[in-house]
């Protein structure tokens, strides 16, 4: 079973910057999409934005225009570049891989705190 490890989280002012990685153990390949979610306190996990294993992405509404995903299929690496963030954005975020219609199972994430 492939593993995923996040990282890159932290604590940022708004309006600053980070970029969340997710290893993966084993190939991207695995996946027919990956995806990064987050779950803010109180409050139900959410998609933020999937990429396919062909490169097309997607993003949820508070994302777009301010997230990038992408991925390196090299590093069996997927990344979250996260700009211009509001205090909204403050959740643990989540790398998950998808197949067919079926998410993985859920790892540690990586906490992003968002000060106003």
């Known amino acids: 079973q492939v593993q995923l490890v996040e990282s890159g989280g932290g604590l940022v002012q708004a309006g600053g910057s980070l970029r969340l990685s997710c290893a993966a153990s084993g190939s991207l390949f695995n996946f027919d999409a990956m995806g990064w979610w987050r779950q803010a306190p109180g409050k139900q996990r959410e998609l933020v934005a999937t990429?396919?294993?062909?490169?097309?992405?997607n993003y949820a509404d508070s994302g777009k225009g301010r997230f990038t995903i992408s991925r390196d299929n090299i590093k069996n690496t997927v990344y979250l570049e996260m700009n211009n963030l509001k205090p909204e954005d403050t959740a643990v975020y989540y790398c998950?891989?998808?197949?067919?219609?079926?998410?993985?199972?859920w790892g540690q994430g990586t906490q992003v705190t968002v000060s106003s």
């Open positions: 990429i396919t294993i062909g490169g097309m992405t």
């Open positions: 998950n891989g998808r197949r067919v219609t079926i998410w993985g199972p």
